[in-house]
């Protein structure tokens, strides 16, 4: 598997889990699954292998229902940012993107257009088009989230998300020698 297609299924991980709550028969994949897709020595991921295990051993769905419903609107760029819909709108039809999942600032539709461009090859115009994205929306809006999740979070669940995706921004940063802000 290409690097690309790689991050590419991570993102729509992410989006996924972060759109709505997670249905029963997710819930019950997930539980049946060895540990995150991702080992690493990183300390995110050290930290969000620790969550994402007590989430595997001891969390009901109920318990990320109710987490969900609690930090739901951070899953939306408009909760740090006032104009992050219109921003975003104005972006998408720039691009012809066609947001999918629920709002169209949701951290959910960003993550699909990352998936979306990395998951084929990236010529010299997408990663330009994909660095920009990065720069101006994504990781201003993602790195908070990750950490809000880190710290607000009731579930380990979502607890280890918010430490995978910092993970996933970094990786992003270094992978498109983005400068850290």
Same mark, same amino acid.
């Given at each position: 598997?290409?690097?690309?297609?790689?991050?590419?299924?991570?993102?729509?991980? $992410?989006?996924?889990? %972060?759109?709505?709550?997670?249905?029963?028969? /997710?819930?019950? =994949?997930?539980? #049946? !699954?060895?540990?995150?897709?991702?080992?690493?020595?990183?300390?995110?991921?050290?930290?969000?292998?620790?969550?994402?295990?007590?989430?595997?051993?001891?969390?009901?769905?109920?318990?990320?229902?109710?987490?969900?419903?609690?930090?739901?609107?951070? $899953?939306?760029?408009? %909760?740090?940012?006032?104009?992050?819909?219109? /921003?975003?709108? =104005?972006?998408? #039809? !720039?691009?012809?993107?066609?947001?999918?999942?629920?709002?169209?600032?949701?951290?959910?539709?960003?993550?699909?257009?990352?998936?979306?461009?990395?998951?084929?090859?990236?010529?010299?115009?997408?990663?330009?088009?994909?660095?920009?994205?990065?720069?101006?929306?994504?990781?201003?809006?993602?790195?908070?989230?990750?950490? /809000?999740?880190?710290?607000?979070? #009731? !579930?380990?669940?979502?607890?280890?998300?918010?430490?995978?995706?910092?993970?996933?921004?970094?990786?992003?940063?270094?992978?498109?020698?983005?400068?850290?802000?």
């Amino acid at each position: 598997m290409r690097l690309g297609e790689f991050y590419s299924v991570l993102a729509m991980i $992410f989006a996924k889990n %972060f759109n709505d709550t997670l249905t029963n028969e /997710d819930f019950e =994949k997930i539980k #049946k !699954s060895k540990g995150w897709v991702v080992k690493n020595e990183s300390e995110n991921n050290k930290n969000g292998a620790k969550f994402y295990d007590d989430f595997l051993q001891n969390e009901i769905l109920a318990e990320l229902r109710t987490d969900f419903r609690a930090i739901k609107e951070r $899953f939306r760029a408009g %909760f740090y940012f006032q104009s992050a819909s219109d /921003d975003l709108q =104005k972006f998408y #039809k !720039s691009i012809n993107f066609n947001p999918k999942m629920g709002e169209v600032d949701s951290i959910s539709n960003q993550l699909l257009l990352i998936a979306t461009i990395l998951k084929n090859e990236l010529d010299e115009t997408h990663q330009k088009l994909l660095v920009s994205f990065l720069t101006g929306f994504f990781l201003p809006y993602a790195v908070p989230l990750s950490l /809000d999740l880190m710290q607000i979070s #009731k !579930s380990s669940f979502y607890k280890s998300m918010g430490y995978f995706l910092a993970e996933f921004c970094q990786n992003l940063q270094e992978i498109f020698k983005i400068k850290k802000g």
